[in-house]
């Protein structure tokens, strides 16, 4: 330890450019990626592991894929173990060895330095189409693996820089686009090059031994610094449940997930016990999953100068039951698993909301919306949309929610329509905020967004993966629930409404899917939201008059557009007096 610290400066500057190393990765798949879903949408991460496969930095990106990289490459370390050769690149995406649902797929090329290994480059990338039963391999109605697509398990991609022809063929033969995949592929085996090429130049400076010994020490660093900081959080035990809408097989049952926070001096326990038995529909998570979604929660509330890696991890347990949709077993289906674990994060944030009221977030919109478009163009050529719809934050105790911004599990941008509408055969016809969408309170949630799409081709299949149709993204400390996710299609002039998961809705030449994002909750009181503020969101039209009037209590003229001070106090003392309850309740739904 001594050794490590002789030199604090050269470790944090060590420490910066290992960082600088992850992100340059993740900037290399941005730059290089074929499909809207890697460049566009930046659905992948990148990071930089130690010989035993322990995350030591992670790039740009997701933080839905904390804790995959050790997963996937424990699998990979327990199948070829000393077998690894200089040379050698793995791939896998089986959810059940490794992976986390099969487009994310995994990457991985060991490092070498004289002849033993002392590092991994890692990426993981959700890839446009793995094959099965519907484009896009994603479908929510899908009830067991087999029917999702191409299962890989750890396997070599490169043999001693040889490439696996196999390998490549299946994939070629499976995949409906495997110029795009392939591309993707690529773009993931240069991220892995430029990390090992970086590596090597700080081996030649530093050495091996002082490189292994601060990447140890970063590992170290970050542990000590997390048990301290949950050291200074309150000990007690915090419990919540949220409820997803159902899994799109049994339509209105309902799928609890329950959480229990135990913290007791520097360590933390998330107990998933009690969460649903796993389901029929594609919503089940891997359990690496289920710990990414509680690293996430638990990270927001920490000091943000702590890192993502192996040292954060260790004195945080996540217990998960197999069997349960929190830690599921073959052969259950996941392709859609980013709904729950979206619904994950609104229920740790329901108990950390308890354990830390001035920390913690309203929910928010329930997670990206997954929308997939498959078909044929006329010379029977397959085009594939894939698009991640992002949204809004609910109420923060020191801020309105975030309006269209991505949700907090998952860092994405929202392609443009320009590029959607070049790359596709379809029309996006509006990108808009949705008025009053938001949940009310003193700090309102934010207004997500409406995503409209009109198909040019003749035919093709619509999927969506979407929640929060029933259950209304949660306010907190007297906030207002969101309002609820909405899909319509318009076929031949009738609009009719679908339900919050769809697959294989067939869609003609000029239907148009419309998609509304639920509304985030709201944070406190709306009652001691200040008028000047409501006044503020009516003018730019994301509140309404009445919402103004009924939700907050304030009365403005629709003509001069000026607030009515008498008529406002007037209004909040009779909103007041008939709610029913004078100390704010801690969970609105």
Partial sequence: MANRLRDPIGFELF???????????????????YSG????????????????????????????????FPDALAATIRRYGDRMRPG???????????????????ILKPIFHEGRRVAFAATICHQTDMGGRVAGSNASDSTEIFQEGLRIPPVKMYDAGEPNETLFRLLEKNVRLPARVFGDM?????????????????????GIAQVSAYMEEILDYTERLTRAALAELPDGEWRFTDWIDDDGIDFGTAIPLTVTLRKQGDRMTADWTGTSPQVKGAINNTLSFTRAATYTCIKSVLPHEILCNAGFYRPIEVIALPGTIANAVPPAACAARGLTGFRMIDTVFGALAQMLPDRVIAASEGGNTGVSIGGYHADRTPFIFVEFICSAWGGRPWADGLDGNANLFANMSLPSAEVTETEQPLEVLCCELIPDVGGPGKHRGGMSIRRAYRLLEDEAVLQVRADRHTFRPYGLYGGGPGK????????????????????????????????????????????EREPGRVLRDVVNELVGLESARDDYGVVIDAVTREIDAQATARRRAQLRAARGWTTPPVVRR
């Fill in 15 to 33: 420490k910066n450019t290992l960082l600088s190393i992850a992100d340059e990765m993740a900037l290399t798949i941005l730059r290089t990626a």
């Fill in 88 to 106: 050698d690149v793995y791939a896998l995406n089986d959810p059940f060895e490794g992976g986390m649902h099969l487009p994310d797929v995994f």
């Fill in 37 to 68: 879903v890697l460049k566009d949408n930046m659905d992948y991460s990148t990071a930089f592991c130690d010989a035993e496969g322990r995350t030591v930095a992670q790039g740009l990106t997701l933080p839905a894929h904390l804790s995959s």
């Fill in 484 to 527: 609820p996710s909405r899909n319509r299609l318009i076929s031949e002039g009738r609009e009719r409404e679908l339900t919050a998961k769809v697959t294989m809705t067939p869609m003609r030449r000029g239907d148009v899917f419309i998609h509304d994002q639920p509304g985030p909750g709201g944070w406190g009181d709306p009652l």
């Fill in 186 to 206: 690529r773009a993931q085996l240069a991220a892995c090059h430029i990390a090992e090429e970086a590596f090597g130049r700080l081996v030649a400076k530093h």
